[in-house]
């Protein structure tokens, strides 16, 4: 079945950086919006960036915007996220999933998650 694994999160300090890479099965997945979401226990699962077919269009959410940077390689079938000047607060288990607007808010479309990739900055 279609699946993604992502890799790359470690522990850093503020301010230092990370980069994200989200391996899809195969260029199936990589045909929709693809996205990034991150998860602190007890809350739930938040929209971080998305990036559509062509790397033309992205959309952050506010509190990472001008930071992270998303981008593609569809001949790879891999997403990235580049993590710069991260803050303790950006602490998360970061997921990738196709991603899907409904209303004003993105979502995970795959029907299930992978196993993330834990991102932990120290203050």
């Known amino acids: 079945q279609a699946h993604v694994v992502e890799s790359g999160g470690g522990l850093v300090q503020t301010g230092g950086s990370l980069r994200l890479s989200c391996a899809a099965s195969?260029?199936?997945?990589?045909?929709?919006?693809m996205g990034w979401f991150r998860q602190v226990p007890g809350k739930e699962r938040e929209f971080v960036a998305c990036i559509d077919y062509s790397g033309s269009s992205t959309y952050y959410t506010d509190s990472v915007k001008d930071r992270f940077t998303i981008s593609r390689d569809n001949a790879n079938n891999t997403v990235y996220l580049q993590m710069n000047s991260l803050k303790p607060e950006d602490t998360a288990v970061y997921y990738c999933?196709?991603?899907?607007?409904?209303?004003?808010?993105?979502?995970?479309?795959?029907?299930?998650w992978g196993q993330g990739t834990q991102v932990t900055v120290s203050s």
């Open positions: 195969g260029p199936i997945i990589m045909r929709h919006i």
């Open positions: 999933s196709p991603t899907e607007m409904y209303g004003s808010n993105w979502y995970g479309t795959m029907g299930y």
